[in-house]
């Protein structure tokens, strides 16, 4: 077996795990001997293939043969808010001069920053009575238009299967009949929904004691609303098998994919599926159709009335009309009673009604916003955007590749859904530990280690009395899988 890439991403995961020493083993059958089986290669990922998902990971030149994991086949990107220009200060440093020399790591903090240049804006923060106080763990700064992480920085991703489509109806209800799974939303008895959209809110007013989201007043609290009447008990999703599930919380979709042998995405993981195209994560355009389309120049107020001095105004109206051909957006119409369904819907579409992005992924942008996996239960993530959200932040939040929500994690609404990803199968390591058949039983043959053996190392007859040595005669070694920790590289 030739010698694998130092960079190799099983080494550094068995860096993570701790195992009793040699000279402990003898002493009790619970502890376990630090010997692997590694005589294995990994499986190689051009091998494996799921349903209605796609792979991404780095792929040799000709777009299709994918790396395997006796290299680095990772992803490497910028990741961020689509607002902020800055990325491209950042792309060669970042991207291109990998890995970063040591002298050079920005700090953890704040990644565009060195530490002795923190530590300098602290000082003079702190010289001018201004209080100096730590982040929460998991802070970051947001753009006030569509909520992407500012500023952008460069992240990298293992390799990891995604779900082409948002989880449906369908798919949910065979989840529920198989698991008799009951959603948060059933047990609470309400669920948001869309003041337009609720038949009890029709033509009302927040002075008539509707009761609204304290934070998004224009969704209300529907007794009775949940996935399979997702505008309360006088609707049902039956015309709608075929779009998003919605009115789950952050743990009814970490259970349908546990249920499925999948997880939810991390952050960085849908941003890379989001932004991917041509076989690498390159796409740093605002939207997923590309970059806005200019109009008219004019003047810069600050400056005067001069040909160097001006700034593009959007063609918002022509950037509508492309939006309405490769996402489910609420339009150029007034929030939230207008809409004119200028995309073909007033509330969620079809999962597979608009064109997928380059790397075949649908509702990247807009439908409903997807749970991520991490964050805290108070604030959990959201990615996509939704049927609510605009092109320019105007109302909610800015349709971007960037955008980006924190609700607490029992949140369910009318516009809020999820997909499931799934790590490629790695080598799987084995390592053994003493069993004593008296006490537990005998091992079947398969549980025996069947590896070299290392009583030597493990067990020092000659540092131990005569009835321990009798006692080691009754154990054997018991093979034992070597769980890996990591799913992610992000967390």
């Known amino acids: 077996m030739e010698d694998e890439d130092p960079r190799n991403a099983d080494k550094i995961v068995s860096n993570i795990f701790t195992h009793s020493s040699s000279g402990d083993s003898s002493s009790s059958s619970n502890k376990e001997a630090t010997t692997f089986d590694d005589s294995s290669a990994h499986p190689d990922p051009n091998d494996e293939e799921y349903p209605g998902m796609v792979y991404l990971g780095r792929m ?8 395997g994991f006796h290299t680095d086949n990772s992803l490497r990107y910028i990741f961020g808010t689509s607002f902020d220009a800055s990325h491209r200060e950042i792309e060669h440093a970042e991207l291109q ?3 970063l020399h040591p002298d050079d790591i920005p700090d953890r903090a704040h990644p565009t920053e060195k530490r002795n240049h923190v530590l300098e804006r602290h000082k003079r923060d702190a010289a001018r009575g201004l209080k100096v106080t ?3 763990h998991g802070f970051v700064e947001t753009h006030p238009l569509d909520g992407g992480v500012t500023p952008p920085r460069a992240v990298r991703v293992d390799p990891f299967f995604i779900d082409e489509t948002l989880v449906t109806n369908k798919h949910f209800a065979q989840f529920v009949k198989a698991t008799y799974h009951e959603t948060e939303a059933e047990k609470f008895g309400w669920s948001f929904v869309l003041i337009s959209f609720a038949a009890s809110a029709k033509n009302q007013t927040q002075s008539e004691n509707i009761e609204v989201d304290p934070h998004a007043d224009n969704w209300v609290v529907v007794p009775g609303a949940y996935w399979r009447q997702p505008e309360g008990p006088n609707s049902n999703y039956k015309m709608r098998e075929h779009h998003p599930v919605v009115h789950v919380s952050h743990r009814d979709a970490a259970e349908y994919c546990h249920w499925q042998g999948k997880r939810l995405p991390g952050e960085w993981e849908w941003e ?4 991917h195209t041509r076989g690498h994560v390159e796409n740093r355009t605002m939207f997923a159709w590309g970059e806005p389309h200019l109009g008219d120049f004019i003047p810069h107020p600050d400056n005067g009335d001069t040909e160097d001095h001006v700034v593009p ?11 309405a051909k490769h996402a489910n957006l609420w339009g150029p119409y007034q929030f939230p009673f207008e809409n004119e369904a200028m995309d073909g819907w007033r509330g969620t579409s079809p999962v597979k009604y608009y064109p997928p992005n380059a790397a075949g992924i649908y509702d990247m942008t807009g439908n409903v916003w997807e749970w991520m996996r991490g964050g805290k239960h108070k604030a ?3 990615r996509g955007a939704s049927y609510v959200d605009s092109l320019d932040g105007s109302f909610n939040h800015a349709a971007t590749l960037g955008a980006r929500e924190v609700v607490h994690g029992t949140t369910t609404a009318g516009h809020i859904g999820f997909r499931c990803v799934k790590s490629p199968k790695r080598k799987v390591k084995h390592h053994w530990k003493w069993h004593d058949e008296e006490e537990d039983g005998p091992l079947a043959e398969h549980e025996i280690w069947q590896g070299e053996d290392d009583d030597d190392d493990i067990f020092d007859s000659s540092e131990s009395t005569d009835e321990e040595s009798v006692d080691i005669k009754k154990k054997k070694k018991k093979k034992v899988q070597l769980k890996r920790e990591r799913l992610s590289s992000e967390l």
């Open 313 to 323: 105004v959007l063609d918002w109206t022509e950037e509508w009309n492309i939006a």
């Open 380 to 382: 959990r993530i959201l």
């Open 97 to 99: 001069h990998h890995p």
């Open 60 to 67: 040799h030149s000709d777009g299709v043969t994918r790396h």
């Open 272 to 275: 890379a599926a989001a932004r």
């Open 134 to 136: 730590p982040k929460p």
